[in-house]
């Protein structure tokens, strides 16, 4: 059973940075694919970026790209989330999702998700 904790979520200025962590326990090996997902009230639950933990490859939505970055350090089991000019950063839940599989086929389909953190909220200020 893979544990995911986030944290690092908060309220930030409009243009500001932010950067959310999930640990990733309960792990039997380091390949899996581990994801970040958005939601905001009243929408559906859509993914921004991913990571195979193991190939070390990044996927990002194009709503995102070139402004958040995920990473992982391996020694504390933790993926990171930057998210930078928050101006344009959609508020709500963040989550960090585990699957035992790659990344290549669908990041973003949240069905292939297996495992889930309770999400940090993400509010941005003007």
């Known amino acids: 059973q893979v544990h995911l904790v986030e944290s690092g979520g908060g309220s930030v200025q409009a243009g500001g940075s932010l950067r959310l962590s999930c640990v990733v326990s309960g792990s039997p090996s380091n390949r899996y694919c581990v994801a970040w997902f958005r939601q905001a009230p009243g929408k559906e639950r859509e993914g921004v970026a991913s990571v195979a933990t193991r190939a070390g490859a990044t996927y990002y939505a194009a709503s995102v790209k070139g402004r958040f970055t995920v990473s992982q350090d391996d020694a504390k089991s933790t993926v990171y989330l930057q998210m930078n000019s928050l101006k344009h950063v959609v508020p709500g839940m963040y989550y960090c999702?585990?699957?035992?599989?790659?990344?290549?086929?669908?990041?973003?389909?949240?069905?292939?998700?297996?495992?889930w953190g309770q999400g940090p909220q993400v509010d941005v200020s003007s």
């Open positions: 999702a585990a699957a035992p599989i790659g990344c290549l086929s669908g990041p973003f389909d949240s069905s292939k998700y297996s495992f």
